[in-house]
C-alpha cells in the first residue's frame, strides 16, 4: 500500500491569519464603569442584562442596569 502527500501543503499562506471576525460597533461606553455593584460582579463573576446586550451588540437599555444578574458563561 503506498501513502500519498500534498506537497505543497506547508508552503502556502494560512487563510486562517487573514480571517477577520465581526466585532459590533459599541454605541455606548460599557455599563459597569458607573455601575455601583462593579466590584461585586468581579468578585461573583456575575453580569447583569446591560452587560449581556452590551457586549453582544454594542448598546443596552438603562433599564437593564443591574437587572437579571447571573452567573458569567
Given at each position: 500500500m503506498m501513502i500519498?502527500?500534498?506537497s505543497y501543503f506547508n508552503?502556502?499562506?494560512s487563510t486562517?491569519?487573514?480571517m477577520v471576525l465581526p466585532?459590533?460597533?459599541n454605541a455606548r461606553e460599557v455599563p459597569c464603569?458607573?455601575?455601583p455593584l462593579f466590584e461585586q460582579c468581579?468578585?461573583?463573576?456575575?453580569e447583569c442584562s446591560a452587560f449581556r446586550n452590551w457586549a453582544s451588540s454594542g448598546d443596552y437599555k438603562?433599564?437593564?442596569v443591574r437587572r437579571f444578574i447571573r452567573a458569567a458563561k
Open positions: 500519498g502527500y500534498d508552503q502556502d499562506p486562517a491569519s487573514q466585532t459590533p460597533e464603569d458607573s455601575c468581579g468578585k461573583d463573576s456575575t438603562d433599564s437593564d
